[in-house]
Nanobody
């Protein structure tokens, strides 16, 4: 399966962006998805995750209330709506997939077997 993330760019602090992650190739009957980010000099960190049905979501404390994950299974696409962006949100954002209905812990990198290329998000102050 291939995951293609898009929608990144340069935005001023307080602005918004919508990232998309489209899955293609091998078809799974159901899959959980996650977004992670990696800033220069820092380890990759969990941002948010969602189950197949879209109702079970998890967020990192740093993005709660500002970011929203959603999905359109008919389009094999997961979205990340980012509002009230801060300079510390600057990072490469990557999506990940695991072919299960839900994960016991969306935060762990090792839970996901499929990863896409990232998209750069830069927030200027």
């Amino acid at each position: 399966v291939q995951l293609q993330a898009s929608g990144g760019g340069l935005v001023q602090a307080g602005g918004s962006l919508r990232l998309s992650c489209a899955a293609s190739g091998r078809a799974f009957s159901e899959y959980a998805m996650g977004w992670f980010r990696e800033a220069p000099g820092k380890e990759r960190e969990f941002v948010t995750g969602v189950n197949w049905g879209g109702r079970d979501t998890r967020y990192a404390d740093s993005v709660k209330g500002r970011f929203t994950i959603s999905r359109d299974n008919a389009k094999s696409t997961v979205y990340l709506d980012m509002n009230s962006l801060k300079p510390e949100d600057t990072a490469v954002y990557s999506c990940a997939l695991e072919p299960v209905n839900f994960l016991s812990d969306y935060c762990k990198n090792i839970e996901y077997n499929y990863w896409g290329q990232g998209t750069q998000v830069t927030v200027s102050s």
